[in-house]
T-cell receptor, first 115, second 116 residues
């Protein structure tokens, strides 16, 4: 069974609208991470989400544009707000497994196209 | 500051050839982790290996092998007897231990094409 899942898997959205991406993990994890992969590019960390506290954003990313929720230890959402074509990317959530599952798990990604 | 450099943007080889993907990293931490991921055309990230900074033993897994050298800050990945299914983008990545553990910094990736 899947360790980590995301919804939706893909979407096409109009400029100016917002999209919320859901990430579900099959076990409780302390920290979850949201990454962006722009077309043909590498992955860039957007923010780190701890349960019960505000997310910590990386340079170049702000809460107003990418609000994150972390209501419990198995779930997180990322919202891409007021979208523009430059937001077209794959968005991935991730977490580090606990021993002995010490690999970094990534969700299958949400492919977003903004027209 | 952390940095991962994959100088090879694209590599193309004929099937059955051996190919090495280079990765050079920078970090001020003495404890850190290095990763390799594969991203096939379907887009998902496939975990290949995680290596901690105290373990410099080279690792072999089937046709895959990894050469970790702290002296040169390199963590190179070799595929022997390459196959068409190995065609993908490969990312090298780094995370530091401590409070920022699990935050992974990715290299720019190497696109590997295996020609039949």
């Amino acid at each position: 069974s899947a360790v980590i899942s995301q919804k939706p898997s893909r979407d096409i959205c109009q400029r100016g609208t917002s999209l919320t991406i859901q990430c579900q993990v099959d076990s409780q994890v302390t920290m979850m991470f949201w990454y962006r992969q722009q077309p043909g590019q590498s992955l860039t960390l957007i923010a780190t989400a701890n349960q019960g506290s505000e997310a910590t954003y990386e340079s170049g990313f702000v809460i107003d544009k990418f609000p994150i929720s972390r209501p419990n230890l198995t779930f997180s959402t990322l919202t891409v707000s007021n979208m523009s074509p430059e937001d077209s990317s794959i968005y991935l959530c991730s977490f580090l497994g606990s021993f002995p599952r010490t690999e970094q798990y990534f969700g299958p990604g949400t492919r977003l196209t903004v027209t | 500051a952390q940095k991962v450099t994959q100088a090879q943007t694209e590599i193309s080889v004929v099937e059955k050839e051996d190919v090495t993907l280079d990765c050079v990293y920078e970090t001020r931490d003495t404890t850190y982790y290095l990763f390799w991921y594969k991203q096939p055309p379907s887009g998902e990230l496939v975990f290949l290996i995680r290596r901690n900074s105290f373990d410099e033993q080279n690792e072999i897994s089937g046709r895959y092998s990894w050469n970790f050298q702290k002296s040169t800050s390199s963590f190179n990945f070799t595929i022997t007897a390459s196959q068409v299914v190995d065609s993908a983008v490969y990312f090298c990545a780094l995370s530091e231990a401590g409070s920022s553990a699990s935050k992974i910094i990715f290299g720019s990736g190497t696109r590997l094409s295996i020609r039949p």
